[in-house]
């Protein structure tokens, strides 16, 4: 609702200022140079990602990568522009008013259109100002819900310059080299609405991929019906919805682990959405691009290389994946006669090699159905155990050190505020929790965990002030404030910062600061030594599976030897 209400006051502002401030002459200039700038902003968009920003800031690369080129040409032309014509055409007050005003509200929706798909490129949640325009059903579709905006601005953006890449403006890609933004990308529109859906699935999955990470090793198709398909493959090939003449495409992928933000702390997790398949169709002699979503993956097992098959038949399964690199094989139903061009992957369109024939090697690649991945984890146990010092140099004796997510004790979700919440659990964010009287909480609104990647386990360090005292002291607090706190696993380069922190209070309020993409690098970003009497801190750790935890540090000075087994 607030993003339709700030789009419509945008929209009718700039209709009312074009048509009867500026008049007609003035908006039809500012409507060519919209056009303008959107035409080279997306020109530039993929050479500037790929060239420059996908290697500095992968996960905002896409988004940043289209809308500052665009709002930068459009300033700077639209300045160029009033040197150049420095002079008005006068026309009837209503001519400017009609005419005026609708040059402007064209401007406008070109305008709002590209920057809200530039937005939605951002690895934001999944509502943006209340606006929510995709969901995933329970069946693994992708509808679109009922709260559109009032005024498609992202359509009609979408359509437009799509139209003017495949003209004059057509941008020279280095992966297409030199065909259409709809043959590399298909919907513009639909694919920003598509980018961020991994909210629904997972959170902590990366919106990036970059070019060196990811690479396409083979293309095999077939008729479904001369395959030894599995039920579970049959009945995911049929729920596709494609009927008559059909072939099953599959495309086989390799991903590396390069720290370039494919990987999230050295799992993959990639959902469905985040993949499509780009063919061409030729129908009377004009050619048009078809975009299809995956109907499963085949994923290569870690222990005996053998391949399992994931169907995406529901809302929470995706491929997952702990130790690169990976092998996923992508299966798609597309109509006979379409030709496969482009595997879009996170945005990334990587072509796709000359198709072959293989039935046996198609089974091979999809994989067997059924059971759980190899790769896939079960949720920590709750507990954990710390050992007393080991050694005379200990000064400070560690307490409340346990294996859990929760914390210290559940608050509603109707009191979030600024926090953000999955599946009852805490993403992320930074808020003072109250206890409210009269809202209540129920099984319904209860928020008991700090939300966990699967393939890591939390460890929960507790801190209350009387230990806060002992470990800095009065004299050198100053000084330990700027070392960083940490715990210590039995691996070489086995270092593990804080990656928030929940403060509770006497009176039940809890103080609560979660980020897992940014740890805590000193004992200054937390409220260690700001604690009050009864207060309780606890330190949020995230460690990859199979590691024992075998020690507490707060910088090169104080050491405290704990023993804590980590399961896979």
Do not use: C
Not at 264 to 287: C, E, W, Y
Not at 296 to 301: I, L
Request: glycine share 10%; proline share 7%; net charge neutral.
């Amino acid at each position: 609702m607030i993003a339709n209400i700030l789009l419509a006051a945008y929209l009718i502002l700039m209709t009312y200022y074009w048509g009867m401030v500026q008049g007609a002459f003035s908006a039809l200039l500012h409507l060519v140079v919209t056009i303008i700038a959107g035409g080279l902003a997306l020109a530039l968009w993929q050479p500037l990602v790929l060239g420059f920003l996908i290697h500095r800031m992968p996960e905002y690369a896409w988004g940043v990568g289209l809308v500052g080129p665009f709002i930068l040409l459009l300033i700077g032309l639209r300045a160029g522009m009033d040197r150049l014509i420095r002079g008005n055409v006068q026309f009837a007050q209503w001519i400017n008013g009609v005419v005026g005003g609708f040059f402007g509200l064209m401007a406008a929706i070109l305008t709002s259109g590209l920057v809200l798909i530039g937005v939605q490129f951002l690895p934001l949640s999944d509502a943006i100002l209340g606006y929510i325009p995709l969901s995933v059903t329970e069946t693994g579709k992708v509808q679109r819900n009922s709260g559109a905006l009032w005024v498609a601005v992202t359509e009609h953006a979408s359509n437009a310059f799509t139209m003017l890449s495949g003209g004059s403006m057509a941008p020279g890609f280095p992966a297409a080299n030199g065909v259409s933004i709809e043959h590399n990308v298909g919907d513009l529109a639909l694919q920003s609405e598509l980018f961020h859906l991994r909210e629904q699935y997972d959170p902590h999955t990366s919106v990036a991929a970059h070019p060196a990470e990811v690479t396409v090793t083979q293309a095999v198709a077939s008729s479904p019906a001369s395959l030894n398909l599995s039920a579970v493959q049959s009945r995911a090939v049929d729920a596709a919805g494609v009927t008559g003449n059909r072939q099953l495409i599959i495309i086989d992928t390799k991903w590396q682990d390069d720290r370039r933000g494919t990987y999230i702390k050295g799992a993959l997790n990639l959902v469905p959405t985040q993949v499509r398949l780009i063919t061409r169709r030729t129908t009377g002699g004009s050619t048009q691009s078809v975009v299809h979503a995956p109907i499963g993956v085949g994923v290569r097992q870690v222990v005996d290389s053998t391949r399992q098959f994931v169907g995406f038949n529901d809302n929470t399964s995706f491929a997952r994946v702990t130790d690169p690199p990976a092998n996923l094989a992508f299966g798609f139903v597309v109509p006979d006669g379409e030709t496969p061009t482009f595997l879009l992957v996170r945005n990334l369109p990587l072509a796709v090699p000359e198709v072959k024939r293989g039935e046996a090697e198609m089974v091979a690649m999809l994989g067997r159905a059924g059971g759980t991945l190899l790769t896939s984890v079960d949720p920590p146990p709750n507990t954990g155990t710390v050992n007393p010092p080991q050694n005379g140099n200990t000064t400070v004796e560690v307490k409340g050190l346990a294996l859990t997510p929760e914390l210290p004790t559940p608050f509603s979700e109707n009191v979030r505020g600024n926090l953000r919440i999955t599946n009852k659990e805490v993403v992320s964010g930074t808020e003072n929790v109250k206890r409210i009287p009269g809202i209540p909480m129920t099984d319904a609104t209860r928020v008991s965990n700090i939300q966990v990647p699967p393939h890591l386990a939390s460890v929960r360090l507790k801190v209350d002030r009387q230990q806060a005292q002992s470990i800095f002291g009065r004299a050198i607090s100053a000084a330990r404030m700027v070392e960083p706190i940490f715990l210590m696993d039995s691996q070489t380069s086995g270092q593990h910062l804080p990656l928030g922190y929940v403060v509770l209070h006497p009176d039940g309020s809890m103080d609560i600061s979660i980020d897992l993409d940014t740890p805590l690098r000193s004992a200054r970003q937390t409220p260690i030594a700001k604690l009050n009497e009864g207060d309780e801190l606890y330190l949020y750790f995230m460690v990859p599976r199979g590691r024992k935890i075998v020690s507490f540090h707060l910088g090169s000075t104080v050491k405290q030897d704990v023993n804590l087994d980590i399961p896979k």
